[in-house]
């Protein structure tokens, strides 16, 4: 097997990428391949209650994406600038994207809002990644909800106008800078039948961060450097998914 990034480039017509999801979530695509046959089948998603029973446990990421990306203006100069938070490593000092990252330095402030959110920069990181102390008054994710947007991939170019359409239907934790794209077909519906059918489902709540944004700037992909992401799971899942797996 190749490490050559250019051994999986593929050519993908810009009108083939979907610029807003369907408003019946559950009528998306779904490709089903027979792991014996090999024979490849076109359904729609809510077909999938037809493949699971009550010996499968499905497994879903629980992350609720938080309005993320925020734009702003260096205290000192008034220059545009636009931040994507990606953690928060301690209280109130969130890891973030910043652009352009060159315009802050430590000891710098940006002002989102008019005031509601002051970050200022403490710590200067590689490619263009800042810890910023947060300042605001109130609960800050609720601050964020006022002010933040969703942090939509790059090859989504039109507004987003209804966010929850970017959350999965069973989103619960905040903390993703982006969502579990492969749960966002699921519905009540397909979600009721699959309790019919006496499907186990667990949780696990893993944060989606910058990777899911960063492209492979190296030839070899070997050589590319995976950003970590925070996971938290229950005792109880756990102990369904390890059944599951005996």
């Known amino acids: 097997m190749s490490n050559l990034v250019n051994d999986y480039n593929f050519k ?111 710590e200067s990181q590689e490619e263009g990644i800042k810890i910023l102390k947060m300042k605001y008054e109130g609960i800050f994710l609720e601050v964020l909800e006022d002010l933040g947007t969703m942090p939509l991939p790059p090859y989504i170019t039109e507004k987003l106008d209804d966010s929850e359409r970017y959350q999965t239907v069973y989103s619960k934790n905040p903390g993703s800078v982006a969502a579990p794209t492969a749960g966002l077909h699921f519905t009540d519906d397909v979600f009721k ?18 990777g899911t944004f960063r492209q492979v700037s190296v030839d070899d992909v070997s050589e590319h450097i995976m950003h970590s992401e925070k996971f938290e799971i229950s005792e109880e899942d756990d102990k369904i998914i390890e059944a599951s797996r005996v």
């Open 12 to 122: 993908l017509p810009n009108e083939l990428i979907a610029q807003s999801p369907l408003i019946e979530r559950a009528s998306s695509r779904l490709l089903v391949l027979n792991k014996n046959t090999h024979e490849i089948e076109h359904k729609n998603f809510s077909d999938i209650v037809n493949y699971l029973g009550e010996n499968d446990t499905l497994v879903l990421n629980n992350t609720r994406v938080i309005p993320a990306r925020l734009i702003g203006s260096k205290v000192s100069t008034n220059a545009n600038i636009e931040i994507l938070l990606l953690s928060e490593e301690r209280e109130n000092e969130w890891k973030c994207l910043v652009k352009p990252a060159k315009r802050i330095k430590v000891g710098d402030s940006i002002d989102f809002g008019n005031g509601k959110i002051i970050a200022e920069c403490i």
């Open 193 to 210: 039948k699959l309790v019919e059918k006496k499907v186990t489902i667990a949780y696990v709540t893993l944060n989606v961060g910058l």
